[in-house]
Every structure is written in structure tokens, then in C-alpha cells.
């Protein structure tokens, strides 16, 4: 891969492991694109972190588009690594009393921050152009990220519960 150039070429697979070794390859093409595109959140975010917006652009420069594959990708390994984090979260959640409310409630708090945050979904849609509804769509293994998925289901369950949204979340 030339470091000089960023030319779409899709991990091979889906794999998690495939993933991180396009992100680590394409590093050099990543950086070369934030310099090159038109869009201009991608350096907010390369510099400070900023979470990129939806985008704006009339039309996409291909760097904008390979930026945003880059993101994605980078994100879901970083929401992967932190599968211990989530095992954990849920074998908690597990060894509560379902009927002790206050108990339920405690766990929700304590996970409210990233729970809230968190967005995760298994299949990765990229718009390419929106005139012609021109869309890349990477579906990615859900068994790779099962610990995720279900710690976002039951956190989503209880926090967005009416119960807990009337008495708990003030
Ligand atoms: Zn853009």
C-alpha cells in the first residue's frame, strides 16, 4: 500500500482481526486523506478528538468517504477492545435481584455515562453520494462483538423503561 495515495480497497473480510490490521496498514493513507479532503472535521477530530458530524459536503471528496470508513472501522475495534469491560457490566447486572428496583437503578447509573454514548451497530452504512443513493455497507461478525450488543440491549432495556425515566432519572 503506498503511503502517498488513499485508494478504497476494503478489509479483506470481516473479521475483527483482518480490521485492525487494515487500520494499522492504512495509517499512513489515513493521514495523507485528512490533509487532502475538502472536509474539514476530519482534522478536528484527528486533532482534538471531536466526534465527527454527519456530513455536510454537496459532494464528497473520496477522501471524506475513506475518512469515514477509516472512523467506523477504528471505532468498532476500540468498542470491541472494551468487550471485558462490558462481560463484566452484564455479570453484574446478572447477580441483581430484579425485583430490588433501587439495585437495578444503581447498576443503570453507574453505566449511564457509556451506555448513553454508546452507538453500535453491526452493519457499517457509509453514503457515498446522496443523489444517487450510492451507499457502502460493511456487515460485520455480530458474534464478534456479542458482550457489546448485549450490554447495550439490557442497559437500553432499563434505562428507556418508563419506571426508571419517571422515578430514578433525575
Ligand atoms: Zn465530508
Not at 103 to 115: E, N, Q, R
Request: aromatic share 14%.
Amino acid at each position: 500500500m503506498q503511503k502517498n495515495s488513499f485508494s478504497l480497497s476494503l478489509p479483506e473480510d470481516n473479521k475483527l482481526l483482518t480490521i485492525k490490521n487494515w487500520i494499522a496498514d492504512n495509517k499512513g493513507c489515513f493521514q495523507f486523506a485528512i490533509k487532502e479532503t475538502i472536509c474539514r472535521k476530519w482534522d478536528k477530530w484527528h486533532q482534538f478528538k471531536a466526534t465527527p458530524y454527519p456530513c455536510v459536503c454537496t459532494q464528497r471528496d473520496k477522501y471524506c468517504i475513506e475518512l469515514e470508513l477509516y472512523y467506523e472501522l477504528q471505532r468498532v475495534v476500540e468498542i470491541c477492545e472494551q468487550g471485558t469491560y462490558f462481560e463484566q457490566a452484564i455479570e453484574k447486572f446478572n447477580s441483581i435481584n430484579k425485583h430490588d428496583k433501587n439495585a437495578v437503578c444503581s447498576w443503570v447509573k453507574k453505566y449511564k455515562m457509556v451506555g448513553r454514548k454508546l452507538f453500535f451497530s453491526s452493519t457499517i452504512t457509509i453514503l457515498c453520494n446522496a443523489e444517487e443513493n450510492n451507499k457502502l455497507i460493511i456487515q460485520l461478525n455480530p458474534d464478534e462483538f456479542d458482550a457489546v450488543i448485549r450490554f447495550h440491549e439490557i442497559f437500553n432495556t432499563v434505562y428507556y423503561s418508563e419506571e426508571f425515566q419517571t422515578n430514578f432519572n433525575q
